[in-house]
């Protein structure tokens, strides 16, 4: 069983940074790939950041230059470091571990953690 508790959001003005934080709490395997994703109201879930056990990193277009994913193999901690933040990165911020393919594929998330950016 994994749990993943986010922390590290926040109200902050256009232009601020966030550091948010990720504890994953049980076995974490070789090809699980960890990520950030955020959702926007009447908004879908969208990818952030991804990165896997080789840090191999994923960015959607919409974060490259401004944010950073990273990974405390020690902390089971992944955190996502926010700069230049804009009033469009508004959303709650959920941590995710995906594990397996295909058909075995299995999701994990957190509950979630509101970034509000003031312009």
């Known amino acids: 069983q994994v749990q993943l508790v986010e922390s590290g959001g926040g109200l902050v003005q256009a232009g601020g940074s966030l550091r948010l934080s990720c504890e994953v709490s049980?076995?974490?395997?070789?090809?699980?790939?960890m990520g950030w994703y955020r959702q926007a109201p009447g908004k879908q879930r969208e990818l952030v950041a991804t990165?896997?056990?080789?840090?191999?990193?994923n960015y959607a277009d919409s974060v490259k230059g401004r944010f950073t994913i990273s990974r405390d193999y020690a902390r089971n901690t992944v955190y996502l470091q926010m700069n230049s933040l804009k009033p469009e990165d508004t959303a709650v911020y959920y941590c995710?571990?995906?594990?397996?393919?295909?058909?075995?594929?299995?999701?994990?998330w957190g509950q979630g953690t509101q970034v509000t950016v003031s312009s």
């Open positions: 049980g076995s974490i395997f070789s090809g699980d790939v």
């Open positions: 990165i896997t056990s080789g840090n191999s990193i």
């Open positions: 995710n571990v995906a594990r397996g393919l295909g058909s075995n594929r299995k999701l994990y």
